[in-house]
């Protein structure tokens, strides 16, 4: 359909892409095929509004700032702002008869009607839904029931209005299908780890029988209640006497993190949690990651986790990390409990139990760490990667 002036993609995503894993994975893996893949995303305090390339992608930041609170109308102003950019940038490319795709990246859903006018115009629309959207708002703002109808009637819409749906994982994807999406539209692209970044150490380097009696726990991502970053925090605190040199480390940035700091302190543990409230580059994360002991999902009983298959687990398990996990849908289905330490959602006895059985069995910790190497051999990026430049080719002979 386009001669040989090869396929423009532009990518939309409420983001700051230098820092977005799963974005910046698809988007680099369409431009090392010959995709002519531009995204459009977020202002930051790293980023300009001066498009730049990087891995061959063009990155197009709009003046609007990421939200962080928890007002809803606060949240959907900025989404719409964020919108109404990203529709001027979609017509201006496609102006330039550089436009093919729009590729969406949600949350929220209806950012794909920044592909309205190209769909109308004939170019191709994708919906990328990295988090349901019903679930995931209605675990952040509970109790209110017309809000739940208005975010599934949104979810619909704008499902309807993309050519193809891709969802995260395929509990998710029965579960957009079950509210009415098309199954025939949906595709599964998981969020696998890059294996360019996070490398599996040699077999010698999963680790072996300590004597020192130390251990480094470690949780990285957001800092948010609702992921149960609380019950991490309390599980160490229950674990002081057992193993005296255990530490948790915490990387990341959220609007819980004050709350978690003095929990922290009101426990009496503050020397024991080690906050980043930073984080580190996505770049440097691996190395990073590498010394530590065990891996802690501490994700809640709710609607939206239930969906979720944290991306955290997963880089834990590339780099042959064992990882405690809670007892919840969608981490079942792919993870058998020979694979990772399970523990009761919500209840922290049960989750500090689960990291002392892996402290004080080290042929457990390397046997679950070997037996869950068999995910990514299933659905590492490799895979999914060239399965999704299949997608996108047959997306535009149809």
């Not at 993309?162 to 395929?170: E, S, T, W």
């Not at 939206?304 to 969608?330: F, N, S």
Request: aromatic share 8%.
């Amino acid at each position: 359909m386009n001669g040989n002036r090869g396929v423009f993609v532009c990518m939309v995503a409420y983001t700051d892409y230098v820092g977005d894993a799963r974005v910046r994975r698809e988007a680099e893996t369409l431009a090392a095929h010959g995709f002519h893949v531009r995204c459009i995303c977020l202002t930051t305090s790293t980023t300009s509004t001066v498009p730049f390339v990087l891995e061959g992608v063009e990155v197009r930041a709009v003046p609007v700032l990421k939200y962080r609170g928890k007002s809803t109308l606060a949240y959907v102003a900025s989404y719409l702002r964020f919108l109404m950019s990203s529709s001027v940038e979609c017509m201006r490319v496609m102006a330039r008869g550089e436009l093919d795709v729009v590729h969406v990246h949600n949350i929220p859903d209806f950012l794909v009607f920044a592909g309205l006018l190209p769909r109308l115009a004939g170019r191709k629309v994708v919906l990328d839904v990295h988090d349901s959207v019903p679930e995931t708002f209605a675990t952040k703002f509970p109790g209110r029931a017309i809000f739940w109808s208005m975010l599934c009637l949104q979810e619909g819409i704008s499902a309807r209005l993309a050519h193809k749906v891709i969802c995260v994982n395929h509990p998710q994807r029965d579960t957009l299908v079950a509210r009415g999406v098309s199954g025939p539209k949906t595709f599964v692209s998981m969020n696998v780890p890059d294996p360019r970044i996070f490398v599996r150490p040699p077999s010698t380097a999963v680790q072996p029988v300590r004597h020192s009696g130390d251990l480094n726990l470690i949780y990285h991502g957001t800092m948010a209640g609702r992921l149960g970053v609380d019950l991490v925090i309390r599980a160490v605190a229950q674990l002081q006497d057992r193993v005296p040199n255990a530490r948790l480390h915490l990387w990341g940035h959220g609007d819980d993190l004050p709350a978690f700091q003095r929990l922290a302190a009101e426990l009496k543990i503050q020397d024991r949690v080690l906050f980043q409230p930073n984080g580190f580059p996505l770049q440097d994360l691996a190395v990073k990651l590498r010394p530590m002991d065990i891996g802690v999902v501490g994700n809640r009983r709710t609607a939206a986790c239930d969906l979720m298959l944290p991306v955290k687990l997963l880089e834990y398990v590339a780099l042959d990390i064992p990882v405690v996990v809670p007892r919840l849908k969608t981490i079942e289905h792919y993870f058998s409990s020979d694979m990772v330490a399970y523990y009761e959602p919500d209840d922290v006895e049960s989750l500090a139990d689960a990291i002392y059985r892996l402290f004080r069995n080290p042929s457990l910790r390397t046997g679950q760490a070997a037996a869950a190497r068999a995910f990514l051999g299933r659905y590492g990026w490799e895979r999914q990667g060239a399965e999704l430049v299949s997608f996108y080719r047959s997306l535009l002979e149809n």
